[in-house]
T-cell receptor, first 116, second 114 residues
Framework: GAVVSQHPSWVICKSGTSVKIECRSL??????MFWYRQFPKKSLMLMAT?????????EQGVEKDKFLINHASLTLSTLTVTSAHPEDSSFYIC????????????FGQGTRLTVV | GENVEQHPSTLSVQEGDSAVIKCTYS??????FPWYKQELGKRPQLIID?????GEKKDQRIAVTLNKTAKHFSLHITETQPEDSAVYFCAASDKGGGSEKLVFGKGTKLTVNP
């Protein structure tokens, strides 16, 4: 299989601060990673596609300046929630695939963000 | 873009019965349809997937069927067990050959009663 690790698993922050979440592919290289947001008892909503070495592609309605994505290496993508507010509280989860001939998406364990 | 509808949102069955979850998609270019199982507080795990060149795929108690003409696909779980209780998500992807960008359905909470 493949392992995608996300850190931290949970974080509590104050309103107005920024939080960085890391997504790592541990045993494979991923030129593309995906960031999702999941509300309680809801589906996975794709936020953006993280592209190694280039700008992320954001889905409609997702604020680029609010959710900064950096994919500086083939094994690491980061999501920074800037100037967090209570409404940003959610479960954030990343996924990555191995490449062209394998379309299975492997998910990180997710990050529970609580903004107080 | 792609839109995936999933039904029912909740499903309760008795242990040993079968469970069926249905999904429809809107983009005829979609060609990869995975199903994920998510237990409470955990990451989604792939349980089965199907490509558009296949009409049915089976793996032990789990099967998926695909009707490309009607643009719908279904998950079938037979001989359900309490450990099958979880939220199941269908998804669709339209990048042929290799894509992990998935559009998910809203999920079905399956409860298997002992």
């Amino acid at each position: 299989g493949a392992v995608v690790s996300q850190h931290p698993s949970w974080v509590i922050c104050k309103s107005g601060t920024s939080v960085k979440i890391e997504c790592r592919s541990l045993d494979f290289q991923a030129t593309t990673m995906f960031w999702y947001r999941q509300f309680p008892k809801k589906s996975l909503m794709l936020m953006a596609t993280s592209n190694e070495g280039s700008k992320a592609t954001y889905e409609q309605g997702v604020e680029k300046d609010k959710f900064l994505i950096n994919h500086a290496s083939l094994t690491l993508s980061t999501l920074t929630v800037t100037s967090a507010h209570p409404e940003d509280s959610s479960f954030y989860i990343c996924s990555a695939g191995k490449g062209l001939m394998n379309t299975e998406a492997f998910f990180g364990q997710g990050t529970r963000l609580t903004v107080v | 873009g792609e839109n995936v509808e999933q039904h029912p949102s909740t499903l309760s069955v008795q242990e040993g019965d079968s469970a069926v979850i249905k999904c429809t998609y809107s983009d005829s270019a979609s060609n990869y349809f995975p199903w994920y199982k998510q237990e409470l507080g955990k990451r989604p795990q792939l349980i089965i997937d199907i490509r558009s060149n296949v009409g049915e795929k089976k793996d032990q108690r789990i099967a998926v069927t695909l009707n490309k003409t009607a643009k719908h696909f279904s998950l079938h779980i037979t001989e359900t067990q309490p450990e099958d209780s979880a939220v199941y998500f269908c998804a669709a992807s339209d990048k042929g050959g290799g894509s992990e960008k998935l559009v998910f359905g809203k999920g079905t909470k399956l409860t298997v009663n002992p």
